[in-house]
């Protein structure tokens, strides 16, 4: 963005106050999420089947249900909070909240499914999250919620590296967002 600003009042303390506003106003712009729209009726571009012909999780820690969208930039995934979780039962007595880690490692398989239909034959590779930055939780997730994952590419995928903004909502409001880095890796099972 280029603009020209031409002060009438200037001065350091002008400056400061303007400069805190944009970064204010900068900021109020990002936390605008987009929330994913979806038919809960629709047919999933991946259901739970397929989604475990790509990922090597199984359940209880496959925490990814649907895939509703998926294109060149990012993906959009769907899990189904139920209290029949296991990871309720300790978590708490009494107000059962889903561990955060839990969150973000759905975040995490949401992302490798998407990065791993990047290439050819998925089922013989695997996906390894380098770093995860700037993951900020805004909001319980509870029993009965319904988390919608949405990723996006923040820079091409180049040599097996795939760096992606995440964000989870609950209804209209976002519960988690964050930064994730991953690797696409050959499995040395395949390998011939």
Do not use: W
């Not at 993906?75 to 029949?84: E, R």
Request: proline share 7%.
């Amino acid at each position: 963005i280029k603009g020209r600003i031409i002060a009438t009042r200037p001065g350091h303390r002008a400056n400061t106050l303007f400069a805190r506003m944009i970064r204010q106003a900068i900021k109020q712009e990002k936390a605008k999420s987009v929330v994913p729209v979806f038919d809960p009726a629709a047919e999933p571009l991946m259901d739970i089947q397929k989604i475990m012909s790509v990922l090597p999780h199984r359940p209880p820690f496959l925490l990814i249900d649907r895939i509703i969208e998926m294109d060149e930039s990012g993906v959009v995934g769907m899990k189904n909070v139920t209290m029949n979780e296991p990871f309720f039962q300790g978590h708490f007595p009494g107000e059962p909240v889903m561990p955060g880690v839990l969150v973000v490692e759905a975040m995490a398989q949401c992302g490798g499914i998407f990065v791993l239909s990047t290439v050819d034959q998925p089922q013989e590779y695997s996906t390894y999250f380098l770093k995860i930055d700037n993951v900020r939780f805004k909001r319980k997730v509870v029993p009965g919620d319904t988390l919608i994952f949405k990723l996006k590419l923040l820079d091409p995928i180049r040599r097996g590296i795939a760096r992606m903004g995440a964000q989870v909502f609950v209804g209209n409001q976002l519960a988690t967002e964050g930064e994730m880095v991953a690797q696409i890796v050959r499995n040395k099972v395949n390998q011939s």
